[in-house]
C-alpha cells in the first residue's frame, strides 16, 4: 500500500472488506462489534429482478467544477450522459465504518461485480467526489484511488480548488456536511455528514439517492441494469431541469441578491443571502489573461504595455475600493457586483452614488478585455480611457474631477508603495486607468459545455436540447447574424449598434394617467401618474448612438452584447427592460418593436415553444466553467470602506 495512503481507506481494506467476504471482525471504540450496514453483507431477501420495476426521475444532476487525481479542471457534467454514474461524496479521512468507507466498500463490490459482465462495466462509471478539499487535494485522491481504481473500470477520485465550488455541489445535491470541533474550538478533522450515493442516468437525471440503510450492490447494480434497459429508461419523459435546482445551477454563489424573473407573482422567493458569507480565495488571474479559456482567441494587449500580477492585484483593490468615489461611500463593484454577474440582477438601470438614477443597465464585465468599443453606445474604445467615466459621472461615482481622485489615492497612505511596485511611481491619470483595466482584462469566462461540445469534440458536454437550441441559434431564429460565432473561437458578438426598437418605445411612449405600479410580489396598486411626477425627477430622454455620433441614422441604436455568461447576467436589454432569456427570445420572435429605424435583420421568427425553450438552454450552456474561482478571488478582496 503506498505510503502515506489514510486510515479511512486502509480501515475499509484491512476490516470492511474483510467483514464483507466474512473473515474477520472488529470493534468499536468501547470493545463491542459495531452494527454493520446491510452492505457489508449478503442480503436477507430477494431483490426484484431488473426490468420489473422503474425508477422516477427525482430531477436533474446538478454541475459543478472539479479537480481530477492529476489536478485537471473538469466539470461534473462532463462525467456524465455518456455512462450511468454513481456518484459519491467521502473525506478520506473518515474512519466511521458505516461512513464513508461503507461507500467506498460498496463501490467496490460493485466493480468486482462488473468484472464478470464486460459490456454492462462499459457503461458505468463511478465518481467518488471529496468534501474536504484543504486536505484531500488531487494528490490524496490519487492514493486514496491507487489501491480501487485498478484495471480498465471507469472509477475516478475528485476533489475541488476550494470550499466555494464545493459548497455549491453540496448544496445543489441537498449534501448537508458539517466540521466538528473540540472543546477549544479547534476543527477535529471529521465531519458530521449524512452518507448518500445518487445514481445518475445518460439524462443526467437522478434515478435513485441511497443512504446507509439501502446502499447495497445488489440492490445497486439490479437498479443500473433496470436503467440500462432502453424500454425501461425511456417510459417517462425528460423532467424539466428545474425540478433539482438545476435552474439555479448558473445563478450567482452567495449572491446577496436576486433576478427579478417570478417578482410579478405571490410566489416568488427571495434567494438573498448576506454579505457576511462571504468567502474566498485570491487566485492567480494572470493565467486568464495570459491563456484565455477553451472558446476564447487570443487576448488583444499591448506588448509596451504588459499585463503583471502586481497591476492585476493592484487593480483589484481599486475596484473594490468605495474611496474612489466623491464622497466614499462608492465602488466599481457596487454596480458591476461580481456575484450577479459583474452586473446587477435586481436593478432594471444602475442606481449610482447616494441613490442617484443611472439610464442605463450595468452591463457585464465578463470577458470586457475583447470588446472593441464600449458602454451600451459605444462611446469608448479602451479600458483604461472608459473607468474614467463612471468615476466623473455626477449619478456614478460623483468625483469632481481626475486630479482629486489621484490627490485622494496619494493621501490614502495604502496605495503609494503599491503603485510604485507595480509602475514606478505614484498614481496617476494613466497608470490608475490602467490598473483597474489590467483586473478587468482577466476576468475572461468561457470553457462552457458550448466550448467544451463545439471546440473540444465532447458530445455529452451539453444535452440534446442545447444542439437544437444551437440549429435553431445558427438557423431560423437568426440569433447569430448579430452575435457572431466563428471556427476557433466565439464572441457573441458583431461589436456592432442595432435598433431593436426598444429605445424608439422607451422614448416615444406616453404614460398613462393611472400606473400600475408593483409594490411586492404579486402586489400592485394604481396610482395616478401626477403623484409619481412630483415625486420623481423629469426621465431623461435615450437616444442610443445618436448621442455619439449626431447622425439621425443612429438613433436607438445599441451595442450588441456578447451572451456569454448571459444565464448570470439579467436582467437584458440596455434599459434592463426583460427580466428573463424567455422573455428575450420572446421579443425577438415577435419582431422587436416595428418603426421607421428598426434593424432589417430583425423580423418575426415563428418560433413554437419547444424551439423557445431550446434556444434558452442552448443560451444556459454558455456559462464558463471558471466562474466560481473568478468569484471566489473577488470576494477574497478586502473591501475598501470610508474612514
Known amino acids: 500500500m503506498p505510503a502515506g495512503i489514510n486510515a479511512g481507506i486502509m480501515r475499509f481494506v484491512v476490516y470492511g472488506l474483510a467483514v ?247 410566489e416568488y422567493r427571495t434567494n438573498s443571502v448576506a454579505l457576511s458569507n462571504r468567502l474566498g480565495q485570491p487566485t492567480d488571474l494572470i493565467r486568464y489573461a495570459d491563456s484565455p479559456p477553451r472558446g476564447l482567441p487570443a487576448l488583444a494587449l499591448d506588448p509596451d504595455v504588459p499585463i503583471t500580477r502586481k497591476k492585476i492585484e493592484l487593480g483589484r483593490k481599486l475596484f473594490f475600493d468605495r474611496r474612489l468615489s466623491g464622497n466614499n461611500t462608492f465602488s466599481c463593484a457596487m454596480c458591476h457586483i461580481p456575484e450577479q454577474g459583474f452586473t446587477n440582477n435586481e436593478m432594471a438601470t444602475a442606481v449610482g452614488i447616494e441613490g442617484r438614477t443611472v439610464r442605463r443597465n450595468a452591463p457585464t464585465l465578463y470577458n470586457v478585455g475583447y470588446a472593441r468599443v464600449l ?8 479600458l483604461e480611457q472608459q473607468v474614467w467615466g463612471p468615476m466623473l ?53 468561457a470553457n462552457s459545455p458550448f466550448d467544451r461540445w463545439k471546440y473540444a469534440g465532447i458530445q455529452a458536454a451539453i444535452d440534446e436540447s442545447a444542439k437544437r437550441g444551437f440549429q435553431l441559434f445558427t438557423g431560423k431564429a437568426r440569433c447569430a447574424s448579430c452575435h457572431r460565432i466563428e471556427k476557433d473561437y466565439a464572441l457573441f458578438s458583431d461589436d456592432q449598434f442595432h435598433d431593436t426598437g426598444i429605445g424608439f418605445r422607451q422614448t416615444m411612449h406616453r404614460a398613462p394617467k393611472n400606473l400600475r405600479v408593483q409594490v411586492a410580489p404579486g402586489m400592485f396598486l394604481n396610482v395616478d401618474e401626477a403623484v409619481i411626477a412630483a415625486v420623481r425627477a423629469p426621465e431623461p430622454n435615450d437616444l442610443g448612438r445618436y448621442e455619439i455620433t449626431g447622425l439621425p441614422e443612429d438613433r436607438w441604436k445599441y451595442k450588441t ?64 466553467d471558471n466562474v466560481a474561482i473568478l468569484l471566489s478571488d473577488a470576494f477574497a478582496q478586502e473591501v475598501g470602506v470610508a474612514e
Open 20 to 266: 464483507f467476504i466474512g473473515v474477520g471482525s472488529g470493534s468499536d471504540a468501547n470493545g463491542a462489534d459495531p452494527v454493520l450496514a446491510p452492505g457489508y453483507r449478503p442480503l436477507a431477501f430477494s431483490v426484484p429482478s431488473p426490468g420489473s420495476y422503474s425508477l422516477s426521475r427525482l430531477g436533474a444532476a446538478a454541475n459543478g467544477e472539479v479537480l481530477d487525481s492529476d489536478g485537471r479542471n473538469l466539470a461534473l457534467h462532463d462525467l456524465m450522459g455518456d455512462k450511468l454514474v454513481l456518484l459519491s461524496f467521502i473525506y478520506s479521512t473518515c474512519t466511521e465504518v458505516n461512513g464513508c468507507p461503507l461507500a467506498t466498500a460498496v463501490l467496490h463490490q460493485i466493480k468486482g461485480r462488473l468484472a464478470k459482465d464486460a459490456e454492462m462495466a462499459k457503461r458505468v462509471r463511478l465518481l467518488t467526489l471529496s468534501f474536504n478539499p484543504s486536505h484531500d487535494t488531487p494528490a490524496v485522491m490519487k492514493r486514496y484511488g491507487g489501491e480501487l481504481a485498478t484495471g480498465e473500470f471507469d472509477w475516478r477520485f475528485l476533489t475541488t480548488a476550494s470550499e466555494i465550488e464545493l459548497n455549491r455541489i453540496l448544496g445543489a445535491y441537498g449534501q448537508s456536511v458539517v466540521k466538528e470541533y473540540d472543546e477549544r474550538g479547534r476543527s477535529t478533522g471529521t465531519f458530521a455528514h449524512v452518507l448518500r450515493v445518487f445514481l445518475i442516468d445518460l439524462d443526467r437525471q437522478i434515478r435513485n439517492i441511497y443512504s446507509v440503510s439501502f446502499l447495497h450492490a445488489e440492490i445497486l447494480i439490479n437498479d443500473m441494469k433496470t436503467l440500462l434497459d432502453s424500454a425501461s429508461a425511456s417510459v417517462e419523459p425528460t423532467a424539466p431541469a428545474a425540478d433539482f435546482s438545476e435552474k439555479h445551477e448558473v445563478l450567482p454563489w452567495y449572491p446577496t441578491g436576486d433576478h427579478k424573473a417570478d417578482y410579478d407573482t405571490i
Open 375 to 382: 458602454f451600451h453606445d459605444g462611446r469608448e474604445s479602451t
Open 393 to 445: 459621472a455626477a449619478n456614478e461615482m460623483a468625483n469632481p474631477s481626475i486630479g482629486f481622485v489621484i490627490d485622494k489615492l496619494n493621501a490614502a497612505g495604502d496605495y503609494t508603495e503599491l503603485f510604485n511596485a507595480a509602475y514606478g511611481k505614484e498614481p496617476d491619470m494613466i497608470n490608475i486607468g490602467n490598473a483597474i483595466a489590467s483586473y478587468q482584462r482577466t476576468l475572461n469566462s
Open 561 to 624: 452584447p456578447s451572451l456569454r455568461n448571459i444565464a448570470l447576467t439579467a436582467p437584458y436589454m440596455h434599459d434592463g427592460s426583460l427580466v428573463s432569456l424567455e422573455g428575450v427570445i420572446e421579443f425577438y420572435d415577435r419582431g422587436g418593436i416595428e418603426h421607421e429605424n428598426l434593424d432589417p435583420l430583425i423580423r418575426p421568427l415563428s418560433l413554437t415553444r419547444n424551439e423557445i425553450n431550446d434556444l434558452v438552454v442552448f443560451l444556459e450552456s454558455l456559462t464558463g
